[in-house]
């Protein structure tokens, strides 16, 4: 499978507690981009890497969330003292920047509930 | 003000049938504009891109309005494997990178 991928797919905890997703992108995106979607929403930019670079992040990313991209390939995405509130689907895309409109594409998510 | 507005639905519609979607986004600075499909419980994948010209892909159409900040897609005949949720997105295109999404519209095509 040559799309992107995220692990896991299913994530349940109890609040307080802390967890980490990570998602790889497809080979040689250099763009790699975490959403989040609750029922009934579209999704909500959370930020955006290029290589390892963190450039861009929304207000919604509170204090509790941190995202890493190391060495440029695959991404984790760490919630801290995790609130009900916090319970979504976690959205990986990547792109290739120069490949016309930059399309992301999105992975599988992770499917978060917190108890 | 959301930034992208789409009616939710459910658009229920027999198969066979033409159908339209809209949406509208409030910064007139936005410059790409694409419909993504999203089936229940899956991720949301790209359609199509929308030009100002308009744009055609086989069954389906969009269309850009610039001057009403106006994005609409068609979709004719109208198959059961249709059935989805189609997201409305813009994107500034000012360095900003990320994608702007409207709540979507629900699909249901019925036999």
């Known amino acids: 499978d040559t799309g992107v991928s995220q692990d896991p797919r299913h994530k349940i905890t109890k609040r307080g507690q802390n967890v980490t997703f990570r998602c790889d992108p497809i080979?040689?995106?250099?763009?790699l981009y975490w959403y989040r979607q609750t029922l009934g929403q579209g999704p909500e930019f959370l930020t955006y890497?290029?290589?390892?670079?963190?450039?861009?992040k929304s207000r919604l990313l509170s204090d509790r969330f941190s995202a890493e991209r190391p060495k440029g390939s695959f991404s984790t995405l760490e919630i801290q003292r995790t609130e009900q509130g916090d319970s979504a689907m976690y959205l990986c895309?990547?792109?290739?920047?120069?490949?016309?409109?930059?399309?992301?594409?999105f992975g599988p998510g992770t499917r978060l509930t917190v108890l | 003000r959301k930034e992208v507005e789409q009616d939710p639905g459910p658009f229920n519609v027999p198969e066979g049938a033409t159908v339209a979607f809209n949406c509208t986004y409030s910064?007139?600075?936005?410059?790409?504009f694409f419909w993504y499909r999203q089936d229940c419980r899956k991720e949301p994948k790209l359609l199509m891109s929308?030009?100002?010209s308009g744009n055609e892909d086989g069954r389906f159409t969009a269309q850009l309005n610039r001057a009403s900040q106006y994005i609409s897609l068609l979709i004719r005949d109208s198959k059961l494997s249709d059935s989805a949720t189609y997201l409305c997105?813009?994107?500034?295109?000012?360095?900003?990178?990320?994608?702007?999404f409207g709540s979507g519209t629900r699909l249901q095509v019925q036999p």
């Open positions: 895309a990547s792109s290739l920047p120069g490949s016309g409109t930059d399309t992301q594409y």
């Open positions: 080979s040689e995106h250099n763009r």
């Open positions: 890497f290029q290589n390892e670079a963190q450039l861009e």
């Open positions: 910064n007139s600075a936005s410059q790409s």
């Open positions: 929308v030009y100002s």
């Open positions: 997105v813009v994107h500034l295109d000012t360095g900003r990178r990320a994608l702007t």
